[in-house]
């Protein structure tokens, strides 16, 4: 990490911000390029669920690259238009 002031080491405070996270981001690559997608969440036990279809270019990619990157986010919201 680049700013070595910013990185969270503590394994509580990350399993908390998983925790109070409303969206999870799944990111990952292929041929094709960059993937990254929403995704509905559940954490348990030091392991992390995602709810996604059995098919699709999520499942394709990862059957070619397993590796991933994810983020989670605190405290956004929908703004209607």
Do not use: W
Request: with cysteine; glycine share 8%; proline share 2%.
């Amino acid at each position: 990490m680049r700013r070595k002031e910013k990185e969270i080491t503590d394994r509580g405070e990350i399993e908390a911000i998983i925790h109070q996270s409303d969206v999870c981001r799944l990111a990952m690559a292929d041929a094709g390029g960059h993937y990254i997608v929403p995704l509905n969440f559940g954490f348990s036990e030091n392991s992390l669920y995602l709810h996604t279809a059995q098919k699709g270019r999520k499942i394709d990619i990862l059957k070619k690259n397993p590796r991933v990157f994810f983020e989670f986010y605190l405290g956004v919201s929908v703004i209607s238009v």
